[in-house]
């Protein structure tokens, strides 16, 4: 490393801070840029300084936008009864990509994890039990991931809204679409016979 | 992808055009962005930035360098024997990080390459002939890649040097240290036969 001159080991360095980029990678990545043309280096550059610079949360929902009320939260159109819960704005997009929901969402920036020292104030909770207070939310779709983060996040928001009129429900486990049910793990194929739906 | 501001689709096609980086590994590299302090994203956008402006080749022996002449070239402790020629400056870093070589380098910038319209003319060929007719240079050693393209330029190298004083050389072939014999293959095996050593 030592034989790289300052500018480039800082850059392969930035490179590296990045998730799933070791150092070899990251050296690929600098020269990559070295051998760009100037334009696309700045184009470059200017969309990481752009995103920073426009990306802020929306105020209902805290997913990522770049106006204060996200696309979704000023579409009335959208089915108001339902509030889908989701961990990460990349989940949202995921169950947005499914087209299969109508509803509205609400990101938490995070799951419920005491080994991280996660609690529930340090994820955008309190701002969903406000919400619902004024919200005419019928049911309460809990999306965070089938992690031990995500469950034990699911458990916290349903126990908070025990007694409340609000339905509060899970994702469904199963078997993936098109998945082996040979290489299935036994928790998965256990929730899968657990849930089984009557044809 | 439809589903993201303009600004983070933006960044997300930036990160897709780096090298081995797919659409699932650009959503994360753009999200890892959007979460990241705006100091650490703004240092990021600079270290792209400042190596294009400072990165340039060696005028000797076309190394990358922020100088005119590289720190190599300038080292006049350096044996002046010798001249390595490799096809990138990642070649010629991992030649110095061996500590094994102490000439000088000559970086080609590609390769020979008649499938992809590389010629001699489209790498630093003429400039690498220009400078042995000017050097005390003795030996060559050409440390292309051992790539059908590498061992073209390693032969266009040596035909045209045919003649002249100086030794041409090329990498040994053989097993890699710490391989294992078994799954070595067969072409490398019978390279590391022919040339064996007496012990």
């Known amino acids: 490393m030592s034989k790289f001159i300052p500018s480039i080991s800082r850059l392969i360095e930035e490179f590296a801070k990045l998730p ?54 000023n579409d009335q159109r959208r089915d108001h009864d339902y509030i889908c819960v989701v961990e990460s704005p990349r989940d949202l997009i995921a169950i947005e990509n499914t087209k299969e929901f109508h509803g509205y969402y609400h990101v938490l920036h995070g799951a419920i994890s005491p080994m991280e020292g996660i609690g529930p104030n340090d994820i955008k909770l309190k701002e969903l039990i406000i919400r619902l207070q004024s919200d005419e939310t019928k049911e309460l ?21 025990k007694g409340s009129e609000i339905i509060v429900s899970r994702l469904a486990h199963g078997l993936p679409v098109g998945g082996d049910l040979e290489y299935a793990d036994e928790i998965t194929l256990a929730k899968a016979i657990e849930g089984r739906r009557n044809l």
Do not use: W
């Open 20 to 73: 799933g980029v070791g150092k070899k990678s990251a050296q690929r990545l600098a020269f990559h840029i070295i051998n760009m043309d100037q334009s696309q280096a700045v184009s470059f550059a200017e969309a990481i300084l752009d995103v920073k610079r426009k990306v802020r949360y929306c105020e209902k929902c805290f997913n990522i936008t770049d106006q204060s009320i996200c696309d979704i939260c």
């Open 141 to 161: 779709i809990i999306a965070t991931n089938p992690s031990i983060e995500g469950e034990a996040t699911a458990m916290y928001i349903s126990k908070l809204l």
